[in-house]
């Protein structure tokens, strides 16, 4: 027995669970839920459906898996051995590099909020604080200041000299 | 001699269903349509046509039949007794020949009336002619209908009478009943014939197939036969003392030695001589059968002597010996066969005998010579007079020593019938493994580990690995951030401004929304027109001063500038804010401009409330003030209730029928 993996989501497929479906050109699909085999039997591109691993790795969200090895070898009992206590470490490492990747995905989302705060701040302090008073309080924090053309004042004569 | 093939015969169809299947042909299959006003030779054709064709169907499927059928002088003499024995050979003729007579007489019916058709003057005429001819056919074959029935009877017996090959090396089986004739038949052959302990199981004769010296042989078991003069016998025994007289077979006859059939051996024996005349040439064998009952030599003394005559009998028939006792083993055998002992040997015994006496003929035949010509042993002349013995090399002498003793080898085939059969020991395929321990065989393999495969993890410089995978960790680790920080984060101060500028920029989003999902019912009012008194000088003031502005200037501003005041002095305003428009025509005075704005102002909100207006029939502004007051909290209460005024827009019918209720003429009547 072996675990096998669903061709749409690639979750593993325990013994007793799922469905296998052979093509006519004996290519073997194995579906972990009925799920995936509809999905199947509709057609649908794994590559496109958000929820699955192919299009999650494809579109870098998770890490690329490991291509497995296929030499057999004839049986060793240390071999086994070893090769059971490393699975363990190996499960540790790989599901560490997959938990790292995924943080730093998120990391420059951290900095960019705080970029977009710091903005947020200079361009509408002026909702809570009016120029002048940020001027006395802080003179660190300046507002431009903007400079537009009065018109001309006109006097009593020049209104007088239109009449 | 024309090969018959009992099972090709065709179907006899009964009386009726002939005559059926003859004038619905001839309804089909001629034309169908004819008119009185046709030229007469055309309706003349016509009608010829349709005798025609219905002679010629009656002929053809009663010859048919006539010619399958097989003649009992032409067939095997064999199949010529067997059939006069089943189906009475006189009455089959019968049959046939009353076939053959309507046979002509149909022809002669048809050749009579086309001859009167020829003279048919009308349509009428015709059609009536044509009618009595079909008519006519028609009696003729219900009148042999009794005699098609039986030939469809005989025709599905026939089909079913074993195949017997009248020219294969056979064997023929006969004796008592219940000797054990049928079970001989089972075990040599692959027939499966009925074996029951009551005599005349067999009702038939039975053929099987054995194989001997790459020659196929057929067994014919028969029925027991009775110690009764010929005339006496019933069909069933008829039908073996047929297969004995007519086939050239190597005859077994069955002895019971023990009686246990019901028939003592002087009763078979007798059996014996009575029949011998019907052996001929074919060669005898005697077997003597439940030998695990009662073997030949616990026989008593009489019986014996009865077993030895008969056996002198059976000498006779061997080719070239002329009864001397030559060889006892091909005469007289011994079997038994339950224990199976001895059933081979009698079997090869038969056939060798069969086959010897086939050789014989061979070689006395005129074409042996011819044959013998052709073939020639060449041996070498010898060269010299040196010995060359047979030389075999010593390895294989050694392999030959070996493999005989080797013999007692177990095999995993005799392991598994030790150990309880195929079903319940299942072989150990992993014990010709070959391992660096063998220790090792009998390992338990886990196939999973954690959600993973281990075969796919197998590998033997796994730990290296492993150890490489671990270092690149620690170095990243080591590593650190190489992110680099971007600068601090904000202060607390900060971080509250921030909050508030949410909050602001989340209130204004809300009004905004308000604003514009009441667009519609909203009155668009300017902004003078202030109802809800949101821009008042106290507001702005709160605003302000929130916003960390001193307002005392601001309100006063606002204050001097309101229109409302009356009596106003006008203030020259110096300095910067020059944009009031008013200001410029200086002239216009508060009254003037009161006219000028009134048109768009509401009556009401163009005096003060308690001032006392000529006309409306209140004393002084305190009355009018009260009565304002009472109006007002009047209608209170009926605002807070919510009441439906006159204003309010009414719907007289809730759930009109028309929108609730029927079918729609077209379209699904999902909602309502």
């Not at chain 2, 009992?6 to 619905?24: H, M």
């Not at chain 2, 010299?384 to 392999?399: G, M, N, T, Y």
């Not at chain 2, 509401?602 to 009565?627: C, H, I, N, Y």
Request: proline share 4%; hydrophobic share 35%.
């Amino acid at each position: 027995m072996r675990l096998e993996f669903c061709w749409f989501c690639s979750s593993k497929i325990y013994p007793g669970h799922g469905i296998q479906f052979v093509r006519n050109d004996a290519k073997i699909f194995r579906f972990c839920r009925s799920k995936c085999h509809k999905n199947f039997k509709m057609k649908r591109n794994p590559r496109k459906v958000k929820w699955t691993k192919a299009y999650r790795r494809l579109h870098g969200k998770d890490m690329t898996k490991e291509r497995k090895r296929n030499r057999p070898e004839r049986y060793d009992r240390n071999v086994m051995e070893n090769t059971l206590k490393a699975i363990k470490k190996i499960d540790k490492i790989r599901h560490d590099r997959a938990a790292d990747h995924i943080a730093q995905r998120w990391k420059p989302k951290a900095a960019k909020e705080r970029r977009e705060a710091r903005k947020e701040l200079e361009q509408s302090i002026s909702l809570i604080k009016a120029p002048l008073a940020i001027q006395s309080q802080e003179p660190a924090i300046t507002v431009p200041k903007i400079k537009v053309k009065a018109p001309k004042q006109q006097t009593v004569e020049d209104q007088l000299m239109e009449e | 001699m024309a090969q018959y093939d009992f099972k090709k015969i065709t179907v006899v169809p009964t009386g009726n269903d002939l005559i059926d299947i003859v004038l619905s042909r001839t309804q089909r299959q001629t034309p169908t349509v004819i008119h009185k006003g046709n030229a007469i030779s055309r309706v003349r054709q016509f009608y010829m046509r349709k005798v025609k064709f219905t002679e010629t169907n009656f002929t053809d499927k009663l010859s048919k039949t006539i010619e399958d059928f097989p003649r009992v002088e032409d067939i095997h003499p064999f199949y010529g007794d067997l059939l006069h024995v089943l189906y009475n050979k006189d009455h089959y003729k019968l049959a046939l020949g009353q076939l053959n007579t309507a046979r002509n007489l149909i022809k002669r019916i048809r050749e009579d009336y086309v001859k009167l058709l020829k003279y048919g003057d009308s349509l009428y005429r015709c059609k009536s002619l044509k009618r009595a001819a079909l008519g006519r056919m028609c009696t003729v074959t219900k009148r042999i209908g009794p005699s098609l029935a039986y030939l469809e009877h005989v025709r599905q017996h026939m089909a079913r009478l074993p195949s017997i090959n009248t020219g294969a090396p056979t064997i023929l089986i006969c004796g008592c009943p219940n000797v054990g004739k049928s079970s001989f038949l089972n075990k040599i052959t692959r027939a499966d014939v009925e074996v029951q302990p009551y005599a005349f199981t067999t009702k038939s004769l039975f053929v099987g197939h054995t194989d001997y010296k790459y020659l196929r042989y057929q067994v014919i078991d028969t029925p027991g036969l009775l110690d009764r003069p010929l005339e006496d016998r019933n069909i069933i025994e008829m039908c073996s003392v047929t297969a004995l007289v007519n086939l050239h077979a190597a005859i077994l006859f069955f002895l019971d030695l023990s009686g246990s059939c019901g028939y003592s051996i002087s009763q078979q024996a007798a059996l014996f001589h009575s029949i011998k005349m019907m052996f001929r040439n074919n060669p005898v064998l005697i077997v003597c059968n439940k030998t695990d009952l009662q073997t030949l030599e616990g026989l008593s003394g009489e019986d014996l002597k009865l077993v030895m005559e008969m056996k002198s009998a059976a000498l006779k028939t061997i080719p070239g010996q002329g009864g001397e006792a030559a060889n006892d083993q091909d005469v007289l055998l011994t079997m038994s066969t339950i224990t199976d002992e001895g059933v081979m040997a009698v079997k090869n015994a038969a056939c060798q005998r069969l086959l010897d006496q086939r050789s014989e003929r061979k070689m006395k035949s005129k074409k042996m010579p011819t044959v013998l010509n052709r073939f020639h042993v060449a041996m070498p002349k010898p060269r010299d007079q040196k010995e060359r013995p047979v030389c075999i090399p010593q390895a294989v002498l050694e392999a030959r020593a070996e493999e005989a003793a080797h013999e007692e080898r177990k095999t995993e085939k005799d392991i598994e019938n030790e150990n309880g059969g195929a079903g319940v020991y299942s072989a150990s395929l992993r014990k010709h493994y070959i391992l660096a321990d063998d220790d090792w065989k009998l390992d338990i393999l886990p196939e999973f580990l954690d959600g993973h495969n281990v075969y796919d993890f197998i590998d033997p410089d796994i730990l290296q690995r492993v150890e490489e995978l671990e270092r690149e960790e620690t170095a990243v680790e080591e590593d650190g951030g190489d992110f680099e920080m971007e600068d601090e984060d904000f202060t607390a101060e900060a971080e509250k401004d921030l909050q508030e500028i949410r909050k602001r920029k989340k209130l204004l989003i809300q009004k905004h929304r308000i604003k514009k999902s009441t667009a519609e019912s909203r009155p668009t009012v300017p902004r003078k027109f202030d109802k809800d008194r949101k821009f008042t000088t106290e507001r702005m003031g709160r605003q302000l001063s929130s916003l960390g502005i001193d307002p005392s200037r601001a309100i006063e501003r606002a204050r001097s500038r309101s229109v409302s005041r009356k009596g106003r002095k006008r203030e020259r305003s110096v300095g910067g804010d020059g944009e009031d428009v008013m200001e410029i025509d200086g002239g216009l005075d508060n009254k003037k401009k009161l006219r000028l704005r009134s048109r768009s102002m509401s009556v009401l909100s163009q005096r003060p409330l308690g001032e006392v207006v000529p006309g409306e029939g209140f004393k002084d502004s305190a009355q009018k003030m009260k009565a304002v007051t009472m109006a007002r909290n009047a209608t209170k209460k009926r605002n807070k209730d919510a009441r439906r005024g006159e204003a309010d827009r009414v719907i007289p019918t809730l759930r009109p029928k028309h929108l609730f209720s029927g079918k729609r003429s077209i379209g699904k009547t999902d909602r309502r």
